[in-house]
């Protein structure tokens, strides 16, 4: 029997490619997002990947999903906490509604969805990958609580994994630079602001270019492998950007 995997935020980028490495590599699929259309793209007709449409934030949703995956296939190896929003937001228009959103998406989701998952993963020492970004460990001005947001998570990573180390349950993270994911467009930046955001970020990478979802895809693929003697860790896909 395959491992059975959630990827949240499945519907684009990063969690799209992810969820189809994970069917590629013979796993089943639990793609999680909010948009049904999306979703099925990303299923594609692939019978190992399974959409599911619902709202993170809703109370209860992080023990329906779970319930979801078990209900299926009986078993949970690997959660991919995947879904967030960025927001640009300097400090003199931040608003107590913006912040708690970006904290209810990128935190508190995430978290309950981990500890619904806890019982399964017990089970087959499974793991968790954590998304984070270049900004999770890196400054950014404009957009400092999307910012503190992702370096929660990057220590949350680190404190889960001593935490549940003795359960077998390794946890890590991937923090991707500038990748073609849609999350400016979702942002709501106009297309000119994009650009120029896209050409300055292009600028700053040694590698001299964006990074592509199948990229950070790869990796998450990677450190969810039970060979993977690795927990604790949050691995920069950047292009180098981090070393700027």
Do not use: C
Not at 90 to 115: D, G, K, M
Not at 176 to 181: H, I, L, V
Not at 212 to 233: C, F, H, N, S, Y
């Amino acid at each position: 029997m395959g491992r059975a995997v959630i990827v949240t935020g499945a519907g684009s980028g990063i969690g799209r490619a992810t969820a189809r490495a994970f069917a590629a590599a013979g796993a089943d699929v639990l793609a999680v997002g909010r948009r049904p259309d999306a979703l099925t793209e990303t299923a594609g007709g692939n019978p190992s990947i399974v959409p599911l449409s619902t709202d993170l934030r809703d109370e209860g949703a992080g023990p329906a999903i779970v319930a979801a995956a078990l209900a299926r296939w009986n078993r949970l190896d690997v959660l991919v906490n995947n879904a967030g929003v960025f927001a640009a937001m300097p400090l003199a228009e931040v608003t107590a509604a913006r912040i708690e959103e970006l904290v209810a998406t990128n935190l508190t989701a995430p978290s309950l969805l981990a500890a619904a998952a806890l019982g399964p993963l017990r089970e087959h020492g499974g793991a968790i990958i954590n998304v984070s970004s270049t900004f999770g460990h890196r400054p950014v001005a404009g957009a400092g609580h999307y910012a503190a947001t992702k370096a929660a998570i990057e220590q949350l990573t680190r404190s889960w994994a001593l935490e549940l180390a003795p359960d077998g349950i390794r946890v890590n993270a991937v923090a991707p630079g500038p990748t073609e994911s849609g999350a400016l467009s979702a942002a709501g930046l106009p297309e000119e602001v994009i650009a120029q955001v896209k050409a300055e970020e292009t600028a700053r990478i040694p590698l001299g270019r964006r990074g592509q979802p199948a990229e950070v895809a790869d990796w998450i693929v990677r450190l969810a492998d039970p060979a993977a003697w690795v927990t604790g860790q949050v691995l920069a896909v950047d292009g180098g950007l981090g070393l700027t």
